[in-house]
T-cell receptor, first 112, second 116 residues
Framework: GQQVMQIPQYQHVQEGEDFTTYCNSSTTLSNIQWYKQRPGGHPVFLIQLVKSGEVKKQKRLTFQFGEAKKNSSLHITATQTTDVGTYFCAGREGSTLGRLYFGRGTQLTVWP | DADVTQTPRNRITKTGKRIMLECSQTKGHDRMYWYRQDPGLGLRLIYYSFDVKDINKGEISDGYSVSRQAQAKFSLSLESAIPNQTALYFC???????????????FGPGTRLTVL
């Protein structure tokens, strides 16, 4: 069945350093979404990527969707303490109306 | 989002007890989901419903059942709770036809369940 693998599971960085989390699927995805969960909170939608090779930016966050639509990455430039949390990717295969498959998440810790 | 509410927010129960977790939404979405979250395991789908008459098993449905009482309500039951069902449970909603075809999932605040 569909699997979405996400690495690393944990990442500890000093404030100002960059951070990247990677997502890989065993099958071609129709789209991929990214969510952020703050400590003690619930996942919140960040962005969706649909097109092969798509790159989107939100301030210091850069999201990429691979050419084969099997992998994706989230890169944060110059992390801040407000970036702390767990970042999840979630892929959808086949129809855009199908269910999402969540990766296990990357827990980011940022120390001052 | 405040539009998705879960009750109770915290629950401690004993092995063998029947437990119901409730989810209500005011977003008018047809799709509703139940996930459980365990440290290091991310979000795992228990059940999902694409409309009131539709119920589907997710990855880890054993030991759980659901009821979709109305568009706005989706409840999760543990018929006979066991300790390894101790977890954080999230309800979520989505609407694939709402704005840009993203089918964004909106999560409730979660219910922390402890089974002793």
């Amino acid at each position: 069945g569909q699997q979405v693998m996400q690495i690393p599971q944990y990442q500890h960085v000093q404030e100002g350093e960059d951070f990247t989390t990677y997502c890989n699927s065993s099958t071609t995805l129709s789209n991929i979404q990214w969510y952020k969960q703050r400590p003690g909170g619930h996942p919140v939608f960040l962005i969706q990527l649909v097109k092969s090779g798509e790159v989107k930016k939100q301030k210091r966050l850069t999201f990429q969707f691979g050419e084969a639509k099997k992998n994706s990455s989230l890169h944060i430039t110059a992390t801040q303490t407000t970036d702390v949390g767990t970042y999840f990717c979630a892929g959808r295969e086949g129809s855009t109306l199908g269910r999402l498959y969540f990766g296990r998440g990357t827990q980011l810790t940022v120390w001052p | 989002d405040a539009d998705v509410t879960q009750t109770p927010r915290n629950r401690i129960t004993k092995t063998g007890k029947r437990i119901m977790l409730e989810c209500s939404q005011t977003k008018g979405h047809d799709r509703m989901y139940w996930y459980r979250q365990d440290p290091g395991l991310g979000l795992r789908l228990i059940y999902y419903s694409f409309d009131v008459k539709d119920i589907n098993k997710g990855e880890i449905s054993d030991g759980y059942s659901v009821s979709r009482q109305a568009q706005a309500k989706f409840s999760l039951s543990l018929e006979s709770a066991i300790p390894n069902q101790t977890a954080l449970y999230f309800c979520a909603t989505s609407d694939p036809l709402a704005g840009g075809d993203t089918d964004t999932q909106y999560f409730g605040p979660g219910t922390r369940l402890t089974v002793l």
